[in-house]
């Protein structure tokens, strides 16, 4: 079995996969990180670690299983060679919370306690809290609603618990509820949830469902003194309505870690907009995170051997 490694995802990590060519016989494993490299390396390959574009796809006819490193896969129903074939394709659902998790505070507290406004006149050596100690926001007993309540939807309910918030949640799916969340109620219900959540935290993948999820008419459904964070995936939430929506006050801040374009285009209406805390898709990142993303992809190798069922297989078509 040739395994290819081709995404830097948990590249500081590949050695704890050394062991396996003890348990595994006759398992070959290429890193290749060069993209003018990658397309000869996967040629032979039965397995592919990483984010494979439609050409590499292309460029290895004896591919059998793709193994994310990402926990979002909506690129997989852009390959029709991935989706109307019998490869299959792992995510690494359950690596990202903690720091998915931990990011979301980052930027919800950035918000609530003026943090861009005091770094700004930190820079200009300015002890001034004129504007800012009165408005300043606490989220004990704030409403939290969470938008997908998966693996990572959790894990920030949990953080969210530890801060005594109420809790809200709506996913596409039949969830159970948990310690946290009394009820996960329908998608059909987001306008519901936009109505009673202080804080909106967008945790959905990017589907054709999901797609301009969050538009004007549902911005216009939150409350003026609503944050909404979005951690997930850039295109739920259209951008240009939010933009508008920070511009006429209508919503108290937001934050992004994603945008539907990456880079976000320096025309962006988002750049300027008030209240508005953007970081560049940062919320996955940890050292820590990687290496669970190796450890799945290390527990999979090992199923896929023995002919086991994998882990966090995912559904091709939907996306997740």
């Not at 934050?255 to 919320?283: G, R």
Request: charged share 25%; proline share 6%.
């Amino acid at each position: 079995m040739k395994l290819v490694l081709a995404g830097a995802e948990g590249e500081a990590h590949f050695g704890i996969l050394d062991d396996l060519k003890a348990e595994i016989p006759g398992l070959e494993i290429a890193v290749e990180l060069d993209p003018a490299k990658v397309m000869a390396a996967v040629a032979e390959a039965e397995v592919v670690y990483g984010l494979p574009s439609a050409a590499l796809v292309k460029a290895a006819p004896r591919l059998r299983w793709i193994q994310s490193s990402a926990a979002g896969v909506e690129y997989i129903a852009r390959i029709p060679e991935v989706v109307e074939s019998d490869i299959v394709v792992t995510n690494t659902r359950g690596a990202h919370g903690p720091s998915i998790g931990e990011h979301t505070f980052a930027l919800l507290f950035a918000l609530t306690r003026h943090l861009p406004q005091c770094l700004e006149r930190q820079r200009e050596r300015r002890w001034d809290r004129t504007g800012l100690y009165r408005s300043a926001r606490e989220m004990k007993d704030a409403t939290m609603g969470i938008v997908g309540y998966g693996a990572i939807g959790r894990a920030i309910a949990r953080r969210a618990a530890a801060f005594e918030m109420e809790l809200l949640a709506v996913d596409a799916e039949a969830v159970d509820p948990d310690e946290h969340v009394a009820e996960v109620w329908p998608v059909s219900r987001l306008g519901d949830l936009l109505e009673r959540a202080t804080v909106v935290v967008v945790t959905a993948p990017l589907t054709p469902e999901t797609h301009h999820m969050i538009d004007a008419a549902m911005l216009a459904r939150m409350r003026p003194d609503a944050y909404l964070i979005v951690v997930s995936r850039g295109g739920i939430v259209e951008e240009g309505a939010l933009a508008a929506a920070l511009h006429e006050g209508r919503l108290a801040g937001a934050a992004i870690d994603v945008a539907e374009q990456e880079p976000l285009p320096p025309e962006s209406p988002l750049w300027d907009a008030p209240n508005l805390v953007i970081t560049p898709h940062l919320a996955g990142a940890s050292t820590e995170k990687e290496r669970r993303c190796v450890e799945i992809l290390k527990a999979n190798l090992l199923r896929f051997h023995r002919g086991e069922p994998l882990l966090n297989e995912v559904d091709k078509r939907r996306g997740y």
